[in-house]
């Protein structure tokens, strides 16, 4: 197996079933009721040279978790990229440093192209619109964990992925994840012009799952179980876009009115964040804050033992993590968010 995670191609089930394994056994730690320090002495790089405030934060977080430390670079400006160093070079040297590398960058092909110049295992933590297969396995965790919560079943399910289809890196690859499973209905609602590419359409059909495909939320549905909401990505808009793309009308607004008219008491509201909250942007909607449907910010918590078990299955050391567990020392809120559900 290469030792790399680029895309959800190149994941077995076999594996993606082991790591949510190996995710459950770090909640302890994620939960900061558990130290463990089995990638003592490790050093992780994280190169991100696009936006990013949870994926950076949270693969830094896990890290640090498992007992490494981690030197970071954000931005084109203050690299040698800036100078002129091709993604071969670059490799070459940060390898030489560091024991795993994580690295978002604008370009589609980019990290595996960076991947290709170094056998220290590469993480892609989002290249361009192409993937992004960390986000897609902790939205797979959410999912199997929201589920079991309600006591349903995955096969089956009814999936409504919504947004910017096209460019939403997340939904290519969670599409591409789910693809793998028992045959469920996914719904696409996307803006014109924003719809999710065929070649995914096609993959997924491919596989048994029943594919509808809508350009508005404001029509009737079959029961929901999930809503994914995506961002418009309008960094990635061609000029053209710009001017013919309107982005979301108001029908695209996921909040409350939506989930009480459209949807049930168990549906699970999933965005990969960060979601637009100024005026007019009609993303994801801050009037469900509090909802206990919205399962927002217990899917950036289980950022952390997801990313966990990727760099504890990648550097070997997925048997070790109990070896020295011991009881943290510090003081924790019970809950981290003032608005987070009781269940
Ligand atoms: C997303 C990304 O960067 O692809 N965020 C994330 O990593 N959780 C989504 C976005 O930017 O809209």
Redesign the pocket.
């Known amino acids: 197996m290469s030792p790399h995670l680029l895309s959800v191609d190149t994941l077995s089930r076999d594996y993606i079933d082991h790591l949510l394994h190996v995710a459950k056994r770090m909640e302890p730690i994620a939960q900061r009721r558990k130290i463990t320090r089995v990638l003592e002495g490790a050093v992780l790089g994280n190169l991100f040279f696009e936006a ?1 405030t ?2 950076r934060i949270s693969f830094n977080a896990a890290f640090c978790r498992l007992g490494g430390t981690v030197c970071d670079t954000t931005g084109f400006t203050f690299s040698s990229m800036a100078k002129g160093e091709s993604l071969y070079d670059t490799s070459r040297v940060i390898g030489g440093y560091v024991d795993a590398i994580v690295m978002r960058h604008p370009d589609q092909g980019s990290v595996a192209e960076f991947a290709s110049a170094t056998n220290v295992p590469v993480i892609n933590g ?1 290249d361009g619109p192409g993937e ?1 297969p960390s ?1 897609a396995l902790l939205d797979f965790y959410t999912i199997n964990k929201e589920f079991t919560r309600l006591g349903k079943p995955l096969a089956g399910a009814h999936i409504l992925m919504t947004g910017d289809l096209k460019y ?3 939904v290519h690859s969670l599409i591409k994840l789910l693809a793998r499973y028992e045959p469920m209905h996914i719904t696409l609602v996307a803006p014109p012009g924003l719809e999710m590419p065929v070649e995914l359409i096609e993959l997924v059909a491919s596989h048994g799952h029943r594919i509808e495909q809508r350009d508005s939320l404001d029509e009737s549905f079959e029961p929901i179980d999930v809503v994914y909401a ?2 418009i ?1 309008k960094e990635r808009f061609t000029d053209e876009m710009l001017e013919s793309v309107s982005g979301f009308t108001p029908t695209f607004n996921v909040g409350r009115h939506f989930l009480n008219s459209r949807c049930t008491p168990q549906t699970i509201v999933m965005h ?3 979601r637009d909250s100024r005026p007019g942007a009609n993303d994801l909607n801050v009037d469900l804050n509090g909802d206990p449907r919205l399962a927002i910010f217990r899917q950036t918590d289980n950022g952390i033992p997801v990313r966990m078990a990727i760099f504890a299955t990648l550097l070997g050391v997925d048997h070790l993590i109990e070896k020295d567990m011991r009881d943290v020392g510090w003081k924790t809120p019970t809950r981290v968010g003032v608005d987070d559900a009781d269940f």
């Open positions: 990013s949870r994926t989002g992004h986000q939403g890196r997340t995506t961002r990505q990969p964040l960060p």
